[in-house]
């Protein structure tokens, strides 16, 4: 299924006579459809690989119709493109295409009605659609085909094609010049476009043809909305035609190359902007260079700009072929990796690099090349010998995104290869997010740190008006405009030119502003059209593929194939690739993409900026989300499903419950990757770290306990007593220690723990944090409830000052604190806590966000502790209510909420206690979760103590 399927026509009209016939356009339409084929995987529909040369009326008719049912029974792309006679008929909005038998004034019976031709053969397609169309007309007057699209097409694009692409050779009714269109368009394919992206799409033909016939100006409709959504800007990224020859950047044919031209599309940069850039290309020593912001700064963009070496004002700031490797990192990127993707493009464009790399392979031992970690075995020691006196420059973008411990790995490696001697022309480029903890690591204390500040109200108006055009600074935020930064900084500028209604009094600089445009652009990609026809994409639809990449993580990771399947186990019935594909581009830049419409698509979240507005607008079942994953990814599937199961199989079967299941499969990987990688490989640790964690997730206790002492004596040995992941061993054991009930070993443990981790660490660092907060807790399981509030507060003031008033690690302090006070017997300071804490949550999450519905559990729940009944029973009934509308009726935290109200009811003398109903919720609960958990054990007990005849 799938594919991508082309009806190439040439018609001369004879009823024009010979001197209106167009040169050689039997052998362009051959060239073009061969161009097509070889390059863009194109196939003829005719199915002898031939264009349709002058064709009669009715044969014209019957291909188009052919063409349209061929495509929509496999679900492929169709390109259809014409180059001959049209006319335009303005009275009736008709365009007309001339067959070889039209007559000179043609009619419905004569020619080709463009528009009702196209609307008709999309209106019928019931039960199955395209997966994109892109018109292609080369014709006098063709602009008219424009015209009749946006009058025929609009009201069944969305609930058909649902993406289309249409271009003319004039936006008006000028004539079309001996198919100056055609041949200008079959030399961009040929030889590419040097200002273009990585591939040829319809809409970046307009300037080289533009350019190539001066005397009309191409027309182009790009019709990608779902809902009221604005059509996205450039068209949807999967209609391309072939790839782009003359781009001849590091990305040039890999993956990421599509998210480059994401991140530089409709760029609008302030002198500051640029000034960055200048800074970085200009400054020399030392090798590592760091560029530093906050999110919506504009960071990976400026990589973009490196990367394709964009010219301001004309201006060549940055060297052609600045860069010579490049890499997106995401919550999946490894240093095997990251080392594998930096090869792949160093082996074309750095000369003599394959042959170095084919030398050191067989110079080093078997013990060298299982104890050297990849990027110093696979791209530093072949650099270093290759002879080269020029800089070569690397970026590494996003060093905030891959986990802790590949995190660690990839920042010491780079921070070797930047101070090898050996490799001394190597100048590496960091992307990190401000307020991180890449971002404060010491090991980036002697790198050239370039800040990037987050833009101001003034610039992300203008930027909004430049990109979306027939706005005023007046309809965007009135008269008083801020020069204040504002928090979400460019992203709110690439919402806002596509939702269809601007958000009230935006100009305000809080994040509030960023998750009302989140909001209306997801309300924008399911409602429906301005004639009240429904959208494909539904809100369900929606929300079950945003729950996915919620669940995914930001950057595109997640396969395609897997996205599409993990969609149909959430109930999304009939969600076919060209269904996914509405989806996706429904949503526009909330969702990244590389290699769209390929093999090698994947997809997930933009920006890390959305995940939390994006969570609190759709509040959805994040667990049922990461099973309808896992339970895609069979150990039959592609390559890329393959490597996906691997990174990311246990973690989505953990995170949705089914623990069991994700030690299962880590241990079932464990023996590969300690014979490939060998017993003490810092993969294999971390590995083992998992297992370990799991073990005590599914109730073994004594062996998770057992698992990270062993873990941690081999990580003193391999990594040294002050190694990150050693540190990390030893907050593991000291945190099972109090979940197996040792309070007072855990206690010990954590105490010996934090001095370690201040000094090597840091007092600020997260794990530093967290450590204070497993002792607070410790302390008030050790009867010192006084000491835990004030050790809560102390940690509350500094997490406010690290990580801001509304990091969720700051909620959750607020909420230790009250929960603390509850026990300590306050319950008035409790409940007082815990309103204020659920009012910010309102603000920040929203209303129907997971950990707002805790919030008021722990609420009710300190109603019932105080006494106060009948608040506890309403606030209960009400939660419950709410997380099955929200949460779902099977959801663990639904059924938690079920258990205490009836338990509360039980004492209210509302219903009676019986065991039968108690074994009803444990069975309702364990079907839930899949496998035994704390919870299920604390039930299980509760039902023997009922047994037993107790209260």
């Not at 909305?225 to 990305?251: I, K």
């Not at 404060?440 to 930027?463: K, M």
């Not at 990174?647 to 299941?661: C, F, I, S, T, Y």
């Amino acid at each position: 299924m799938g594919g991508r399927l082309a009806l190439v026509v040439a018609s001369q009209c004879a009823a024009l006579g010979t001197q209106r016939q167009i040169n050689d356009i039997d052998v362009l339409a051959q060239q073009l459809l061969s161009e097509l084929s070889e390059h863009g995987g194109w196939e003829s529909v005719t199915g002898d690989g031939n264009a349709l040369l002058d064709p009669t009326r009715d044969q014209l008719l019957t291909a188009i119709s052919a063409a349209f049912d061929a495509a929509a029974q496999q679900n492929a792309t169709l390109l259809f493109s014409f180059v001959g006679h049209g006319v335009y008929h303005p009275q009736g909005l008709a365009y007309y295409l001339l067959a070889k038998d039209s007559p000179e004034v043609p009619n419905a019976d004569g020619a080709i009605d463009l528009g009702y031709r196209i609307k008709t053969c999309l209106d019928r397609r019931d039960n199955y659609s395209l997966d994109g169309l892109i018109v292609m007309v080369d014709a006098c007057a063709s602009g008219g085909a424009i015209d009749r699209a946006s009058d025929e097409w609009v009201a069944v694009i969305p609930r058909n094609a649902g993406r289309l692409e249409l271009l003319t050779a004039a936006a008006d009714d000028q004539p079309a010049y001996d198919a100056c269109f055609t041949r200008t368009a079959l030399k961009t394919l040929r030889e590419g476009d040097v200002q273009g992206n990585s591939v040829i799409s319809v809409d970046s033909l307009r300037a080289p043809i533009a350019r190539g016939c001066r005397r009309v100006e191409p027309g182009h409709m790009s019709l990608t909305m779902s809902g009221a959504a604005l059509a996205t800007r450039g068209g949807d990224p999967g209609l391309w035609l072939v790839p782009n020859a003359a781009r001849g950047d590091c990305l040039k044919d890999r993956p990421s190359a599509g998210l480059v031209d994401q991140l530089t599309r409709d760029l609008f940069w302030t002198e500051n902007t640029w000034d960055a850039v200048a800074e970085l290309v200009n400054h020399k020593p030392p090798r590592l260079r760091v560029v530093v912001g906050p999110a919506g700064s504009g960071k990976s963009a400026i990589m973009g700009l490196l990367i394709r070496a964009t010219k301001h004002d004309n201006e060549q700031l940055i060297p052609e072929k600045y860069v010579s490797a490049a890499v997106f990192l995401d919550a999946a990127s490894s240093p095997s990796s990251v080392a594998e993707e930096l090869v792949a493009q160093l082996s074309r464009t750095l000369p003599g690099f394959p042959e170095a790399a084919e030398r050191v392979a067989s110079m080093l031992s078997e013990e060298q090349l299982r104890t050297r970690g990849p990027l110093e075995r696979l791209v530093m020691l072949p650099f270093a010998a290759v002879a080269t006196k020029h800089a070569v420059h690397i970026i590494v973008d996003g060093l905030d995104q891959p986990d802790h411990g590949n995190r660690d790995e990839l920042l010491s490696a780079i921070t070797a290869m930047t101070t090898d001697a050996a490799a001394r022309h190597l100048c590496i480029i960091i992307g990190v997010r401000a307020g991180t903890v890449a971002a404060e690591d010491p090991r980036l204390d002697s790198a050239y740190r370039v800040t990037i500040e987050l833009p101001s109200v003034q610039a992300v108006v203008n930027a909004t008006i430049a990109v979306r055009g027939g706005i005023t600074k007046e309809d965007l935020a009135g008269t008083r405009i801020s020069d204040a930064p504002i928090s979400g900084g460019w992203l709110i500028s690439r919402l806002l030119a596509e939702i269809s209604r601007l958000p009230a009094n935006w100009s305000s600089a809080d994040d509030s502003v960023l998750a009302r445009a989140v909001a209306q652009r997801i309300d924008d990609a399911s409602a429906p059209a301005d004639d009240g026809t429904p959208s494909k994409t539904s809100a369900a639809s929606i929300r079950r593929l945003l729950a996915v990449l919620l669940a995914v993580g930001v950057g595109p990771v997640l396969p395609f194939e897997v996205a599409q399947t993990a969609l149909i186990r959430l109930g999304g019935s009939g969600i076919s690739e060209s269904t996914l594909r509405n989806l996706i581009t429904s949503l526009g830049s909330l969702i990244a993409r590389t290699a769209p419409k390929s093999e090698e698509e994947r997809i997930g979240l933009a920006h890390l900026a959305f995940r939390r507005p994006i969570a609190g607008h759709i509040a959805g079942d994040l667990a049922a989300a990461h099973l309808a994953i896992a339970d895609s990814l069979t150990s039959q599937g592609s390559t890329q499903m393959l490597a996906y199961r691997t990174k990311a199989g246990a973690r989505h079967l953990a995170l949705g419950g089914r623990v069991g299941d994700a030690l299962a499969l880590t241990e079932h990987l464990l023996p590969d990757h300690q014979r490939i990688l060998g017993p003490d490989h810092p993969d294999v640790l971390r590995i083992r770290n998992n297992i370990a964690y799991w073990r005590g997730e599914t109730g073994d206790l004594v062996g998770a306990l057992t698992a990270f002492e062993l873990l941690l004596s081999d990580c003193q040995r391999i990594l040294g007593a002050d190694h990150p992941d050693t540190l990390e061993a030893r907050s593991n054991i000291a945190s099972w220690r109090g979940e197996s009930g040792d309070i007072p070993g855990a206690l010990t443990s954590a105490e010996h723990l934090l001095p370690d981790q201040q000094r090597i660490l840091g007092h600020d660092h997260p794990d530093t944090l967290r450590t204070r907060s497993n002792i607070a807790f410790c302390r008030g399981r050790s009867g010192d409830t006084t000491g835990a509030i004030a050790a809560f507060g102390e940690l509350l003031t500094d997490r406010c000052r690290v990580l801001g008033p509304d990091h969720p690690d700051t909620f959750r302090t607020r909420s230790n604190i009250a929960s603390w006070l509850g026990i300590s017997g306050d319950f008035t300071a409790a409940l007082a806590y815990f309103e204020q804490l659920l009012h910010d949550q309102h603000r920040v999450l929203g209303r129907d966000h997971p950990d707002t519905l805790r919030i008021r559990s722990n609420i009710a729940n300190c109603y019932s502790r105080s006494g106060n009944s009948l608040r506890a029973l309403a606030a209960f009934e009400q939660l419950v209510t709410d997380q099955q509308r929200i949460l779902g009726h099977d959801h663990p935290n639904t059924l938690l909420t079920r258990s205490s109200l009836a338990s509360l009811q039980e004492q209210s003398g509302t219903t009676a206690s019986t065991p039968v109903a108690v074994k009803q919720r444990f069975a309702d609960y364990t079907r839930a979760i899949g496998s035994p958990t704390f919870d299920t054990v604390r039930i299980r007990e509760w039902i023997r103590h009922l047994r037993r005849g107790g209260r």
